[in-house]
Every structure is written in structure tokens, then in C-alpha cells.
């Protein structure tokens, strides 16, 4: 039987990509799965063809950069069903570009989805898990919360937040019966990297930069892989995953050889812009 059966799990961006696959798979395996995205009617689309087929999904429309909101869909869980066992706090954005060409806005809008909003759910949860005495919060990072990368500077900076957040608070949980696991994905086929916002340039540009391509060709899977990774490893209750593996090899070259793995970074960061302004000007 699988250690998710009635299980109480809250997946937030379990619209598309990840969170989709994950609420799927968690679900499949008997857990009730509360499918929170902030866009509603594609989340309750997908949530229609799972109760078809039988599966204990509810959508809930939530922005996570909401704190009262994102409170409240916590304690409604945990009044309904009598607990909340699994917070994955999935919900995220990248809007790309160099720094010099996006603007602030665009920079704190990402900064607030994906470190606000995770923030919120994490001190919520974790509140009611240790008055619980058990429960397990799953934050996202990324293989970028370890890895410095160009043309994301913000993603970058709030997944290594994420990355740090979670590390400090597994180690005050200690004895609480909560545990955290900081989920690292590499370079997974969802619509974050094919349809997010790009500013002065475009995603197949991006895509076929010399950097992403040589991330693809060694850490490319797809969502449902991904999601499956990402459940070995709660099952696992790992404290960091990187999923694909490969990623935990980048993250152990560049703690070996920074400024090296920086520089190289730049020289191919370089070439790509070069080759960027040869496609423009066509
Ligand atoms: P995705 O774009 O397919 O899905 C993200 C979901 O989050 C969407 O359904 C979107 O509507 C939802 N969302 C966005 N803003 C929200 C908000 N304010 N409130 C609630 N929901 C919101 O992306 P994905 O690739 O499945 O990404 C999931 C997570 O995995 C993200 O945190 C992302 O940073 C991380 N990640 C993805 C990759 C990758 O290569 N795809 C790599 C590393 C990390």
C-alpha cells in the first residue's frame, strides 16, 4: 500500500507542468489532493477529468503571493479533512532577460511568487504541522538554487533563497515531527520554459542558447518523470533531491571550482549573445 493512501496533500500550481503531474500521481496512489492554482478554470479542467476517473481532487483558486488567502486555504484543509500531511510548495514563475533590459517590476513580481508565496505556505503549514506533530513540507527549487545561470537573475536568486530557507528551517525542526525536503529539478519539458514571459528576447532564442542546450541534452525529462522522482524522494523523506541526479554533480563542480564554472558560464554567455544580435539583425 502506498505511504500516500488518504493522504492530505495541498499542491500549489497544480495547474500545468509539475504540480500537474505530481497532484496526479499523488492522487492515483489514494491520497486527496486540494489541486491550488491561481489560474482556476485551467486547474479545475484538469481536476474534472480526474474525478472522472474516480481520483480525490478538489481545485482551489489561489495566488500565492496572497498571505491571507494562501492561510486560509490551510486552515480550511486542515478544518475539513482534520489534518494537512503534505504541503508542495510548487507554484512558480521565471520572466527572462538580462537585468539590464527587464525592468523592477518584473524582477519583484518573480521574487514575489516564488519567494513570498513559498514563504507563506511554509510558515503556515509549518505552524500547524508542528502543533500536528507531523506533516511534510516539499518547497521547489531548481538546480538555479545552487548554480548561478544568465538571463534569469531574479529565478536564480529566489531559488537559492528557497534552497537556504528550507535548509535552516529542517534543522530547527529537528524532534517537531515535521519534515522538509528541498526539491532541485533541472532542465524538465513544461510550460515555464516555452511560455514565460521574455523580454528582449524570446524562448526558442533562450532555448537554443548554447548554455540551455547543453543542460538539455544532459538533465532534459519530462513532467511525469520528474513528479515520480520528486515522490521517491519524499517516500524517501531526502532532505535535498536533485531530479534528474545529473544536477547534484553541476552543484559539487561549482562548490569545487566557482570562479571557474563562472567563467565558462560567461564565455558561453557571451557567444550567445553574439549570436543573438546576428539573429536580430536578419
Ligand atoms: P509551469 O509553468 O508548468 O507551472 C507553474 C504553475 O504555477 C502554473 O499552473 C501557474 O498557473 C502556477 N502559478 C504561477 N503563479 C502563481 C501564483 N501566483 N499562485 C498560484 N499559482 C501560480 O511550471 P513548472 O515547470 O511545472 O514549474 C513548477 C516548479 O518547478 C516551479 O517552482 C519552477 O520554478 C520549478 N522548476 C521548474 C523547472 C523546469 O525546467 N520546468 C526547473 C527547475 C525548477
Known sequence: MSIFKDKICIVTGGASGIGLNLSKQLAGHGAHVIMADINFEQVEKATEALLKNGLKVKAVKLDVTDKFAFKKIIEDTAAEYGKLDYLFNNAGIVIIGEVRDINLDHMTRVLDVNLNGLLYGTYHAYHLMVKQGSGHIINLSSVEGVLPFPLTASYVGTKHAVFGLTESLWVEAAGTGVDLTIICPGYIR???LTDSETVN??????????????FEKLSAITPDVCAKLILKAVIKKKTIAFVPKIGRLFWWNYRIWPMGYLRMLRFFHRLDRKRLKKLQKR
Open 190 to 192: 513544461t510550460p515555464l
Open 201 to 214: 528576447t524570446t524562448s526558442e532564442n533562450v532555448l537554443s542558447s548554447y548554455l540551455a542546450i547543453l
